[in-house]
């Protein structure tokens, strides 16, 4: 069946940017998604990327995709302590309607 | 536009009692899904339901779990004789113009 799966965990600065990575096995992905959850929330959708699509970027957040290498990153300039939280690579082939998730890397943010 | 809403928030139930959890759509969307997270792990889908429909319910476990998204009103997943190891966060997501999927803050069932 698909996976995905991500690093656990991810410290950086304030300030820095941060490169959170993470690879999928469903070669008929169609949309791949990054989802942010912060303790005791729901997740909330941040970008997402079309196969089809290189790059993405969306102010501070630039999302790369290696479709040969099944490779999906999402990069976050200027870093803030507010974006500690646990950050969800998904993807979703539209033909089978479900998204399936990898189990989160945890931002942490120090200033 | 109000977002995805779910109900209740907390949910705290005795071991065999019965669990129902509610998801309200965004307005206009018709396709829901129902995920579970346990701690410290990603969603694992459960169920995917149009209006009147079950569309793919591979991820649910056939006993104890039932889900129905009726004509009107939210969509229940039911969970009977509840157990410890059913204790997680229940999420729903409706589903958007352009198949991206929205998420509601959860219900956290806890089992004693």
């Known amino acids: 069946g698909e996976d995905v799966e991500q690093s656990l965990f991810l410290s950086v600065r304030e300030g820095d940017s941060s490169v959170i990575n993470c690879t999928y096995t469903?070669?008929?992905?169609?949309?791949l998604y990054w989802y942010k959850q912060e303790p005791g929330a729901g997740l909330q959708l941040l970008t997402y990327?079309?196969?089809?699509?290189d790059m993405k970027q969306d102010q501070r957040l630039t999302v790369l995709l290696n479709k040969k290498d099944k490779h999906l990153s999402l990069r976050i300039a200027d870093t803030q302590t507010g974006d500690s939280a646990i950050y969800f690579c998904a993807e979703r082939d539209t033909n089978a309607g479900k998204s399936t998730f990898g189990d989160g890397t945890t931002l942490t943010v120090k200033p | 536009n109000a977002g995805v809403m779910q109900n209740p928030r907390h949910l705290v139930r005795r071991r065999g009692q019965e669990a129902r959890l509610r998801c309200s759509p965004m307005?206009?969307?018709?396709?829901v899904y129902w995920y579970r997270q346990l701690p410290e792990e990603g969603l694992k889908f459960m169920v995917y339901?149009?209006?009147?429909?079950?569309?793919?319910e591979s991820g649910m476990p056939k006993e104890r779990f039932s889900a129905e998204f009726p004509k009107e009103g939210p969509s229940i997943l039911r969970i009977q004789q509840v157990v410890r190891g059913d204790s997680a966060a229940y999420f729903c997501a409706s589903q958007g113009a352009h198949n991206e999927q929205f998420f509601g803050p959860g219900t956290r069932l806890t089992v004693l």
């Open positions: 339901l149009q209006k009147e429909n079950i569309i793919d």
């Open positions: 307005k206009g969307h018709s396709h």
């Open positions: 469903d070669s008929s992905s169609t949309y």
């Open positions: 990327i079309f196969s089809n699509m």
